[in-house]
């Protein structure tokens, strides 16, 4: 498991400029993904990071210096799954209360309990 952070008071790719942020979290996702057998990671944002992971993988497969220079492949080969959680497009309410107990009462989710996957 990794936790990524940023400076949220800057512009996404200055994140990169000024602390190298969207490397970091490039260099990590590529460590796991070697480690592990060459399976892809499943990254779970949240919130204004689930934009920003949004950001990070357009980022990754542009060219640099602009770009991370993954290639136009890079994301289909180190990313198995993203579950957004709390992300600002239209509200999640009751996200990860309805993530452990199934319930889509004011949510149009899948019933399927994240908590079965790991018992």
């Known amino acids: 498991m990794y936790m990524a952070a940023y400076d949220w008071r800057l512009s996404f790719q200055n994140t990169e400029v000024h602390d190298q942020t969207l490397s970091r979290i490039k260099s990590n996702i590529e460590l796991m ?31 640099p210096p602009m770009g991370g220079g993954g290639g136009p492949n890079w994301c289909e080969n180190h990313i198995k799954a993203v579950m957004n959680i709390g992300g600002p497009f239209l509200g999640v309410p009751k996200a990860v209360a309805g993530l452990f107990t199934s319930e889509a009462k004011d949510v149009a989710v899948a019933r399927y309990k994240v908590i079965d996957s790991f018992i």
């Open 33 to 63: 993904v070697a480690t592990n057998g060459g399976n892809g990671v499943v990254v779970i944002p949240h919130s204004m990071g689930v934009l920003y992971f949004l950001h990070f993988m357009k980022w990754v497969e542009a060219p």
